[in-house]
C-alpha cells in the first residue's frame, strides 16, 4: 500500500513569489492535513480537509490556503512568500473512521526555502 | 500558549537499557495522546497511542503511560536500540472535534548508544 506522497520533495522560492505543494493521501483516507515544521515553532498545524470541504483551520494567516480534489488529493498555496515561510510542510492522511480517534499518517514534506 | 510540552530537549541512553521519554499537556478536553517517531528528512511515523480512558498501552517494546490527573504522559521504550535513535514527538488531540489536528510538543531527540 503507498503512503502518502507529496511533491516536490524540495524547492526555493523568492521573497513575494507563490508555491504551490501537492499531497496524495493513501488510498481510501479521505481526511488530508497540513502541517508546518519549524526550528522556533516544531509543528503546527495549518488545516485540515475531507470531502473537498475545509473542516478545520489553524492559526495561520489568509496567504496559507488549501483545497481538496474529488480524489481527496489535495494542494497547499502559500501566496506572497516571507522569509519566515521557510519551512518543512508536512502532509497527513487518515481514514477518518466515525467513532475513535484517526491516526494521521504523514508523507516525508516538502522543504521550502525562501530567499 | 503551548499545551503540549516535552521538557527535556534530548535524552542519551545506552543500548538495552530503558528509555523515558516525558511529555505534559494543559489542555483538559485533551482526549487521547500519541507518540511519533521522526527521523531526519523524513515525515513522523506513528509508534503509539493512548485514549484517555486508559492509563497504559503496551505495544511490543513500546509503553505509554497516561496519568491524567497529573496530565501527564510517558513513553517507556524497554529494551533500547541504536536504531531508536530518533527525534520524539508527542501530540493530543479531541476525539470528534479536533478534525486533522494534533498539538505537538517541542519533540525529544533520543540517542541510544552501542
Known amino acids: 500500500k503507498a503512503g502518502v506522497t507529496q511533491t516536490p520533495r524540495y524547492l526555493i522560492k523568492t521573497r513575494g513569489q507563490q508555491v504551490t505543494l501537492s499531497c496524495s493521501p493513501i488510498?481510501?483516507?479521505?481526511?488530508v492535513s497540513w502541517y508546518q515544521q519549524t526550528p522556533g515553532q516544531g509543528l503546527q498545524f495549518l488545516f485540515e480537509?475531507?470531502?473537498?470541504?475545509?473542516?478545520n483551520k489553524g492559526n495561520f494567516p489568509g496567504r496559507f490556503s488549501g483545497r481538496q480534489f474529488s480524489n481527496s488529493r489535495s494542494e497547499m498555496n502559500v501566496s506572497t512568500l516571507e522569509l519566515g515561510d521557510s519551512a518543512l510542510y508536512l502532509c497527513?492522511?487518515?481514514?477518518?473512521?466515525?467513532?475513535?480517534?484517526?491516526?494521521?499518517?504523514f508523507g516525508a514534506g516538502s522543504r521550502l526555502t525562501v530567499l | 500558549d503551548q499545551q503540549v510540552k516535552q521538557n527535556s530537549p534530548s535524552l542519551s541512553v545506552q543500548e538495552g537499557r530503558i528509555s523515558i521519554l516525558n511529555c505534559d499537556y494543559t489542555?483538559?478536553?485533551?482526549?487521547?495522546f500519541l507518540w511519533y517517531k521522526k527521523y531526519p528528512a523524513e515525515g513522523p511515523t506513528f509508534l503509539i497511542s493512548?485514549?484517555?480512558?486508559?492509563d497504559k498501552n503496551e505495544d511490543g517494546r513500546f509503553t505509554v503511560f497516561l496519568n491524567k490527573s497529573a496530565k501527564h504522559l510517558s513513553l517507556h521504550i524497554v529494551p533500547s536500540q541504536p536504531g531508536d535513535s530518533a527525534v520524539y514527538f508527542c501530540?493530543?488531540?479531541?476525539?470528534?472535534?479536533?478534525?486533522?489536528?494534533?498539538?505537538f510538543g517541542q519533540g525529544t531527540i533520543l540517542t541510544v548508544h552501542p
Open positions: 480537509y475531507f470531502s473537498e470541504t475545509q473542516r
Open positions: 488510498s481510501g483516507h479521505r481526511s
Open positions: 489542555n483538559s478536553m485533551f482526549d487521547y
Open positions: 493512548i485514549s484517555s480512558i486508559k
Open positions: 501530540a493530543a488531540t479531541q476525539v470528534g472535534v479536533s478534525y486533522g489536528k494534533l498539538t
Open positions: 497527513a492522511s487518515s481514514m477518518n473512521r466515525d467513532s475513535g480517534a484517526n491516526v494521521l499518517t
